[in-house]
C-alpha cells in the first residue's frame, strides 16, 4: 500500500507559477512510476505528466509541455509539479498517482496504469 498526499493548491492569476507536491508513505518510493493527472469541472480526467522511478525520464501531456515540470526526490518521497504560465483552461483538481513498476519508463498515461491515488489538490486560475 502506498498513501499519497497532495499539497500546494491555491488560487492564482493567470501567469502565474504554482509547485504542487506529493507525499507517498508506505512501500519503497523508488519502485514507483509517478504521474500527475487533473480533472477540470465537467470533463474526464486527463494525464499531465509522469516520471520513471529514478527520476531520469519524463513524459508530458501536450498541454502543459513547456511549461510544466515533473520530478522526484526520492530520498524525501516526494513528487513534484512546478507549473509556469498558468493559464484559466489548468484550473483543476490535481491529484497524484503511483505505479509499481519493475521498468524504468515514465509512459504511463492512463488512469488505469496506475494502482494508488491522492485526495487531489485544487488549482484556479483566474484570469
Known amino acids: 500500500q502506498v498513501q499519497l498526499v497532495e499539497s500546494g493548491g491555491g488560487l492564482v492569476q493567470a501567469g502565474a507559477s504554482l509547485r504542487l507536491s506529493c507525499a507517498a508513505s508506505g512501500r519503497t518510493f523508488s519502485s514507483y512510476v509517478m504521474g500527475w493527472f487533473r480533472q477540470a469541472p465537467g470533463k474526464e480526467r486527463e494525464s499531465v505528466a509522469a516520471i520513471s522511478r529514478d527520476g531520469e525520464s519524463t513524459y508530458y501531456a501536450d498541454s502543459v509541455k513547456g511549461r510544466g515540470t515533473i520530478s522526484r526526490d526520492n530520498a524525501k518521497d516526494t513528487v513534484y509539479l512546478q507549473m509556469n504560465s498558468l493559464k484559466p483552461e489548468d484550473t483543476a483538481v490535481y491529484y497524484c498517482?503511483?505505479?509499481?513498476?519493475?521498468?524504468?519508463?515514465?509512459?504511463?498515461?492512463?488512469?488505469?496504469?496506475?494502482?494508488?491515488w491522492g485526495q487531489g489538490t485544487q488549482v484556479t486560475v483566474s484570469s
Open positions: 498517482a503511483a505505479r509499481r513498476t519493475f521498468d524504468n519508463s515514465p509512459y504511463y498515461y492512463t488512469e488505469d496504469d496506475y494502482d494508488y
